[in-house]
């Protein structure tokens, strides 16, 4: 049978009510409701079957959740599912002796705290039938529709993958294939995976290890991207206790012994903070959040000794958006608050639609709450601030949003067959089904995929049109790219990264803005050396896809072909030069008759350029931009300036830089352009390319100088080149 744990006699691990507050169901209930006694309903549930025309008193705590979130809901469905699924399920018990039917009851009800919509309840109580009784798929779809029938069946299918080590690729991509077609099949496999850990004691101490050790590397990071923080939180800490029984031990004592304080820090910030909010006339409630077993676990491993505040957070909930921002502004205005602790995901959701604001407040050193006060020792209380249907939507993540393939009320149409389109699917998963059809095989599916889900955490950059990009930590402008653009990120060049240039090897950090700089060669490829900066999987999978189909390609970009250092064109040089060899240049007069002109190589004025001239040697006057950074250092050394102005005569020599990334065939491109915009070379340099990219400084004769806009936009616009400019002279040192 699917359920192979068993309701063993004392639950494992037994978490402290502090924990488990941690891990509640996604809204805030007014009362707490006791644990439920799922071996007596499970036991009442074979006396006797239900009347036809009543609800079975075994689903009425099912009943009771699933209205306390759809007060309208139609309960028929969901007591034709439990009679089907008590009645196929007579006779079968699980290991400890309880009825089977008890598991369905347990999944349901988990499901039903969080929120989920009827289909999702029915399929769930229906969910063990078809693989564990006689029941047929056909039978499913007569009772209860196709949404229903789908649903069992996508269960059904995960319950026959091992998630072992030595789980089949193939297998494995077709579960969360089938997943990715409908996100409430693995919200359904989640549930009944909590159910068997929280009931795990009778198995053999080496069979929890393994259960925990799958739960721990595959269904938790599952939990976690679908944004179902309350089964994730609950999943992880039952794994704790299993794999890390001492850690485990030692983190109970710890909550126990801060539960036993005769006072609260957080209670009394939190009354502080009631307070301040009140005054303000902001409607919020306040409350403490305790921390759950493993995230103490973790805060302790970073401090080291724990305090008072470590033990929990406190969470403020309001009706709208604008509220969230206007508690932010009076607690900080109010209380100190820690800066560095700022973090706007409401602005900037996270990749599991995740949404809230994060702060610290420091308490100060000396507390009123007691004569002569109580000393804070520097405490920091983090605070979350969210509206209640963020708070339904952290807890619950897609079970929240309900059935995402209902019709709208516009009376649309339905989608063809074969398309379900998910408005409420993450992007990690829609990209998911985007990897496993460009991967080359099951095997490198699965490893790429293992890797992405030990990525807990994300980072979110901007592009330059206002839109993100959601990037495990660690991405580098690699991943960037292929998140963007797919496989024409092939045809990459390079990043700028804050406004500033940056290789594709750089790694981002949140908050980031990255311009991707783009060829346009449809044949571009990328650089083999892309796979030791590429972390996603979508990156590694379409840089391997390429290099599989294109053996020998993928030549390293630091080593452009077709390029010679100091490269040099006597032949253009010598047509360029006037009589005795001396270069031409456009006409620039002096208010110092007879004296020769010079244009400064530092600069290399051009019409209609502002001048000014200097003496040097000989009676020659030198003629610089304005601009030119020589100019104020002659001026700071007392030099006397000569007036100079253009004359009629257009032609002109200028020295322009081109940075480029490297890629074969380039410097024939970029003399092919500067050829057919009218400039003739003088000489060329080409600097050895250093991480990915290489300089050109070109000195040109122009015919006429209005063409030299024209020259450098040809000049651009070659595919990597990302930047053409004049020569800059840099001032010496004083």
């Known amino acids: 049978m699917s359920a192979e744990a068993t309701n063993p006699p004392t639950p494992v691990p037994v978490v402290p009510a502090a924990a488990t507050a941690a891990a509640a169901p996604a809204t805030v209930r007014r009362k707490s409701r006791p644990r439920i006694d799922l071996r007596r309903l499970g036991r009442a549930a074979l006396l006797g079957s239900a009347a036809r025309d009543r609800l079975p008193d075994a689903i009425g705590h099912v009943v009771e959740a699933h209205r306390a979130h759809h007060p309208d809901a139609d309960l028929e469905p969901l007591r034709r599912a439990y009679v089907l699924a008590e009645s196929s399920h007579r006779g079968q018990t699980r290991k400890s002796g309880e009825p089977y039917i008890t598991h369905p009851l347990a999944v349901t009800l988990i499901l039903a705290e969080l929120g989920a919509e009827t289909t999702t309840l029915t399929a769930s109580l229906l969910h063990d039938t078809v693989e564990d009784t006689e029941v ?137 903070m009631r307070t301040v909010l009140r005054e303000a006339g902001l409607s919020a409630e306040v409350l403490i959040r305790p921390r759950h077993f493993v995230s103490v676990h973790r805060v302790a491993r970073k401090r080291g000794r724990l305090r008072g505040t470590d033990f929990g957070r406190l969470l403020v909930l309001v009706a709208e958006d604008a509220d969230c921002y206007g508690v932010l502004g009076e607690l900080h205005t109010c209380m100190t608050p820690v800066v560095s602790e700022f973090k706007d995901f409401i602005a900037v959701p996270k990749f599991n639609l995740y949404q809230s604001l994060h702060t610290a407040v420091a308490l100060p050193r000396t507390r009123n709450g007691s004569p002569g006060g109580t000393p804070a020792d520097g405490q920091t209380v983090e605070v979350l601030i969210r509206t209640h249907q963020m708070h339904k939507v952290a807890e619950a993540g897609v079970i929240a949003l309900g059935n995402p393939y209902a019709a709208d009320a516009s009376g649309a149409d339905d989608p063809a067959d074969g398309e379900r389109a998910d408005p409420t699917r993450p992007g990690w998963l829609s990209r998911l089904l985007e990897w496993q059809q460009a991967a080359s095989d099951p095997d490198t599916f699965w490893s790429t995929l293992r890797e992405d889900l030990a990525q807990d955490r994300e980072i979110t950059v901007f592009r330059p049109d206002g839109g993100t990009l959601g990037l495990p930590e660690g991405a580098t402008c690699v991943d ?76 390293p970009a630091e080593q452009p072909a077709g390029y010679r250092a100091d490269a040099d064109f006597p032949e253009r040089r010598a047509a360029a030069a006037g009589p005795g060899g001396r270069t031409q240049g456009a006409d620039v007069r002096t208010d110092r008759p007879g004296a020769a002109v010079r244009l400064a190589g530092c600069c290399t004025p051009v019409p209609p350029d502002e001048i000014t001239g200097f003496p040097v040697r000989g009676g020659v006057v030198t003629v610089h931009r304005l601009e030119c950074a020589a100019v104020a250092h002659m001026k700071s050394r007392g030099r006397a300036e000569i007036g100079v102005h253009w004359g009629d005569t257009t032609a002109c020599r200028v020295t322009l830089v081109a940075e480029s990334f490297g890629r074969r065939g380039l410097l024939a491109d970029l003399t092919e352009a500067i050829a057919l915009a009218g400039g003739d070379i003088v000489s060329a340099t080409v600097e050895p390319p250093s991480e990915q990219r290489v300089r050109h400084t070109y000195t040109l004769q122009l015919p006429d100088a209005a063409d030299l806009p024209a020259l450098m936009r040809a000049m651009r616009d070659v595919p990597g080149v990302y930047d053409v400019s004049r020569t800059r002279h840099q001032a010496p040192s004083p």
């Open 136 to 272: 047929t798929l056909d039978q499913v779809r007569e009772q209860f529709g196709e949404e229903v029938r789908y649903l069992v069946d996508g269960v059904t299918k995960l319950e026959k993958v091992d998630y072992g080590a030595a789980a089949e690729p193939e297998t494995f991509r077709k579960m969360l294939v089938a997943t990715g077609s409908d996100v409430r099949v693995m919200s359904i496999k989640l549930a009944d995976r909590l159910h068997n850990m929280r009931t795990l004691g009778v198995m053999r101490p080496e069979k929890q290890a393994r259960i925990a050790g799958v739960t721990r590397d595959v269904l938790i990071p599952l939990a976690e991207r679908l944004g179902v923080q309350a089964l994730k939180t609950e999943l992880e800490d039952l794994v704790f206790a299993i794999l890390h029984p001492e850690e485990y031990k030692h983190t109970r004592e710890l909550i126990a012994e801060n539960a036993a304080r005769a006072e609260d820090p957080l209670a009394v910030v939190a009354e502080e």
């Open 480 to 555: 960037a790219a292929y998140g963007q653009y797919g496989e024409d990120a092939h045809a990459c060049l390079g990043a700028r990264v804050n406004g500033r240039l940056a290789t594709l090897s750089t790694v981002l950090k949140d908050g980031d803005t990255v311009e991707l700089l783009m060829g346009q060669d449809p044949a571009s490829e990328p650089s083999r050396e892309w796979l030791e900066h590429a972390h996603t999987p979508a990156a590694r999978i379409a840089i391997q896809r390429w290099l599989a189909t294109h053996p020998g390609g993928g030549a």
